[in-house]
Antibody, heavy 115, light 111 residues
Framework: EVQLVESGGGLVQPGRSLKLSCLAS????????MNWIRQAPGKGLEWVAS????????YYADTVKGRFTISRDNAKNTLYLQMTSLRSEDTALYYC????????WGQGTLVTVSS | DVVLTQTPPTLSATIGQSVSISCRSS???????????LNWLLQRPGQPPQLLIY???RLESGVPNRFSGSGSGTDFTLKISGVEAEDLGVYYC????????FGGGTKLELK
């Protein structure tokens, strides 16, 4: 069974940093591109960042470019999102999603940016 | 950047009714490799999204065949042939030809 389990969310003050993790199991993690997607309360889905299987290709949404860094450790089957200079508008449920077709999804981890 | 525009934003349907959702892209989603990376997802209330259709018209494993996708270039359609209660939720198109972009969503509700 495919599982993606996000962790690392929480309450953080504006301007601070947070690092999210996503542990994958049930599929060959190193073969697939991975993504972070977020959903603000009551809003739609917003793509955040993507990384190819070997980390050769990395893409960011303009809203997070220069502040967020996506990375992966294929030996640990883990995807990461390092978030810096957080703003109130970054408050959202952050999903990890697997494959370039978004076939696999975790349950999400909530990030709240507030003073 | 690619913008995906979904219409309608809300769709009211009765059980058994057939409905369609449109997704229009601000630029062609035909990749140089010949594939068109346009997918459809359904997010039921309180749940993460699930993949329904990939590469415009390919049905994800386990998805009922009342769902179908069509289109090319910049215009795409998701059709549900006979809505069932479990189909209620928000539908999103998402492209991965030019980075990634989600459409704004279409909420399917019971009439």
């Amino acid at each position: 069974e495919v599982q993606l389990v996000e962790s690392g969310g929480g309450l953080v003050q504006p301007g601070r940093s947070l690092k999210l993790s996503c542990l994958a199991s049930g599929f060959t993690f190193s073969n697939y591109g991975m993504n972070w997607i977020r959903q603000a309360p009551g809003k739609g889905l917003e793509w955040v960042a993507s990384i190819s299987s070997s980390s050769s290709y990395i893409y960011y949404a303009d809203t997070v470019k220069g502040r967020f860094t996506i990375s992966r450790d294929n030996a640990k089957n883990t995807l990461y999102l390092q978030m810096t200079s957080l703003r109130s508008e970054d408050t959202a449920l952050y999903y990890c999603a697997g494959t370039t077709t978004f076939a696999y999804w975790g349950q999400g981890t909530l990030v709240t940016v507030s003073s | 950047d690619v913008v995906l525009t979904q219409t309608p934003p809300t769709l009211s349907a009765t059980i058994g009714q057939s409905v369609s959702i449109s997704c229009r892209s601000s630029q062609s989603l035909l990749h140089s490799n010949g594939n068109t990376y346009l997918n459809w997802l359904l997010q039921r209330p309180g749940q993460p999204p699930q993949l329904l259709i990939y590469l415009v018209s390919r049905l994800e494993s386990g998805v009922p065949n009342r769902f179908s996708g069509s289109g090319s270039g910049t215009d795409f359609t998701l059709k549900i042939s006979g809505v069932e209660a479990e189909d209620l939720g928000v539908y999103y198109c998402v492209q991965s030809t030019h980075a990634r972009t989600f459409g704004g969503g279409t909420k399917l509700e019971l009439k």
